[in-house]
Each structure stands twice: as C-alpha cells, then as structure tokens.
C-alpha cells in the first residue's frame, strides 16, 4: 500500500511556466512533509520542507502548499528555469523514535528552454 | 562541511556474490539511515540507525542483508547472497540527533546484480 501517492509521474514546462507537483497522503501521523529534488548522478537534496501548523511555505521560487484536511501538499515552481530540470520526490514522516522518510514515486520534470 | 559519502558509486556483481557497501555520514550525525530505490519505484526505507544502535530495521527485505555501524560512525551494509532483485540504488542518510526532522542524502551506489 502506497502511503505516499505523487502526480504526475513527468512534467513539461516550457521556461518561466510554473510547475505543479501534487502529493497525497493516508496516515493523519505524519507530521512533517519535505520536497527532495535530485539531479542525475547525484542523491536526493532537501529543497524545502513543511509542517501540518501551516498552510503554505515559501522559499525562493519554490512553495508548499498543505491542505491538511484533504491530507494533501504541492510543490510550486515560479518562473521554472532549465537548470530546475530534475527529479522531484515528495515525503512524509511521523514524529517519534525513527523519523523515517516515506517518499513518493517521483516526478520527472523537464523545462524546456 | 563534508557531505554524506557512499562507496562504491557502482558495483555490479554476479548473482549469489557478496557485496559491501559504505556510507560515512555528516560528522556529529547520531542518527543513520539506508534507503534503497528499485527501477521507476519510490525510495524506501530499509533501517535506521543511532549510534551504534538499530532503531528501526523493519524495511530490511530478508536475512541476506546485513547493516552495521561499528562504533557509531561509518556504516556499511552487505547482502549475501545477491539475487537479481536486488538490483536498485541504496542511499545513505544522516540527521542530527534531537528534534530536527532534516535528513541529508549521500550521492548513492548503484548494484547491478546479473
């Protein structure tokens, strides 16, 4: 059972489009939400992350949105540029002893110049 | 200040061989994860370390494989004998002890088992 679910699986994005990530979640436990972006060749990076108290987070370019009762959270991308082009993962995690990440399937984004 | 690492990058060995793979994490970093990413699948969680400790094992697949982390730093991780589903990319994480939920990723080892 996928207790993390991302859409879509890829995304084309012409230069300065916004992309959108959609994640939805099934345990009401988790109580952290982090978006890792992750270039070939290379591991997973922290792009930002959330907490279930807010309902949007904003850093740069990139946001959070959380809507908490529909157990959902998206991934912004203002004016997408090429060098965005990479793979997005959503994630969750629940307070406690382990902390463990449950990460979504990814999304492929491409941003055409 | 230096990144998690893992070695090797890429190992492909035969079915029924052993490997061993490596992850130093961030210096000060109590806290250890493996991680494993099968073709096109989500990452998933295979256990868990603090310090020297297992917290949590329970993504471990079978008895083939094996995690330590001898005196609380590096870890490694073997699976003996390797079967073809094995194949995938594992990553190593490390997180500060405490209250922080940040997690930092090493670059990866790719195994190929043919």
């Known amino acids: 059972q996928q207790q993390v679910k991302q859409s879509p699986q890829s995304l084309i994005v012409q230069k300065g489009g916004i992309s959108i990530i959609n994640c939805a979640y099934e345990n009401t436990a988790f109580d952290y939400f982090p978006w890792y972006q992750q270039f070939p060749g290379k591991g997973p990076a922290l792009l930002i992350a959330?907490?279930?108290?807010?309902s949007e987070k904003k850093e740069g370019r990139f946001t959070i949105s959380f809507n908490k009762s529909a157990k959902q959270f998206s991934l912004h991308i203002m004016d997408s540029q090429p060098g965005d082009s990479a793979t997005y993962f959503c994630a969750a995690a629940r307070g406690g002893a382990t902390n463990k990440l449950i990460f979504g399937t990814g999304t492929l984004l491409a941003v055409q110049p | 200040e230096a990144g998690v690492t893992q070695f090797p990058s890429h190992s492909v060995i035969e079915k029924g061989q052993t490997v061993t793979l490596r992850c130093d994490p961030i210096?000060?970093?109590?806290?250890l994860y493996w991680y494993r990413r099968v073709m096109g699948k989500e990452i998933k969680f295979l256990l868990h370390f603090v310090k020297e400790s297992k917290q949590d094992e329970s993504g471990m697949p079978n008895n083939r494989f094996l995690a330590e982390r001898t005196g609380g730093t590096y870890s490694t991780l073997k699976v003996q004998p390797a079967e073809l589903e094995d194949s995938g990319v594992y990553f190593c994480?490390?997180?500060?002890?405490?209250?922080?939920?940040?997690?930092?990723f090493g670059p990866g080892t790719r195994l190929t088992v043919t």
């Open positions: 210096s000060g970093h109590d806290n």
């Open positions: 994480a490390s997180r500060l002890a405490g209250g922080s939920y940040e997690q930092y």
């Open positions: 959330i907490r279930p108290d807010v």
